[in-house]
C-alpha cells in the first residue's frame, strides 16, 4: 500500500516503512519521492517505534537508516541510525533499538488510570468524559439542531456508559452540571 503522509498512522499502532524502491514493478525510483509502506504489527513488536528509511542516491545506490520516534509524558525522542555510520543494515538497527529500550527505561509511560484523568488537548469541556454534542435531524426541508451535554465513563465491567442531558430542556449551565454529576457518580460506582 502506498501512502502520503507517515505520521497518520503512527498513533494506530501501525509501523512505516520508508523505502525508495517501488515493490510493485520491482525498479529503482529515480528522483522521486520516497515510497511510504505499511504493515501492521502487532503489539510486542520488536521493531516497535522504529521505522527505516530508505533514499534512493545517485545511480543504483540507495542510502538508508532506521529512525526512532518515541514520545513519553508529552516529550519526544527522535534520532536516525544510518546504515553506513554504524556498518550496515542490522547494526544501525541494533543501536537504535539500545537507544528505544533506554528511553522506555529513562521515561515512564502514562497509566491508563493517569490518562483518564489527563484532559487531551481538544478537551473543549474543561472536565474529563464530558462533551458537548449537536444532533441534527432533518424533516422535510428543514433541518432541526438539538444540542446535549454528554457524560462519559467506563464501568465496573469495562463497558463505555453515557448520559446525554438536552440544553434545550435544562439549560446551558444545568445540563452541563448534570452531565458533570452523572459522570462523578459512574465513576464512584464503577470504584465499589
Known sequence: MILGSCSEFECLGIQVFITGRSWESGRDRVNHSPVVRTELMARKNP???IARIEVPGE????????EVRIQRRGE???????????????????AAKV??????????????????AKPSARNR????????????????????SYWYWIAQWTDGHGRRRTRSFSIHRHGEEEAYRLACEARNQGIK????
Open 47 to 49: 521493531r516497535r517505534n
Open 59 to 66: 545511480g543504483r545506490k540507495i542510502y538508508g537508516g532506521w
Open 76 to 94: 519526544r525522542f527522535s534520532k536516525y541510525f544510518s546504515d553506513l555510520s554504524h556498518g550496515g543494515k542490522r547494526l544501525a538497527l541494533q
Open 99 to 116: 537507544f528505544r529500550d533506554e528511553i522506555d527505561q529513562r521515561y515512564k509511560r502514562y497509566s491508563v488510570k493517569d490518562l483518564a
Open 125 to 144: 469541556s474543561g472536565q474529563v468524559g464530558i462533551r458537548l454534542h449537536e444532533q441534527t435531524d432533518q424533516r422535510g426541508e428543514f433541518d432541526y
Open 189 to 192: 460506582q464503577a470504584k465499589r
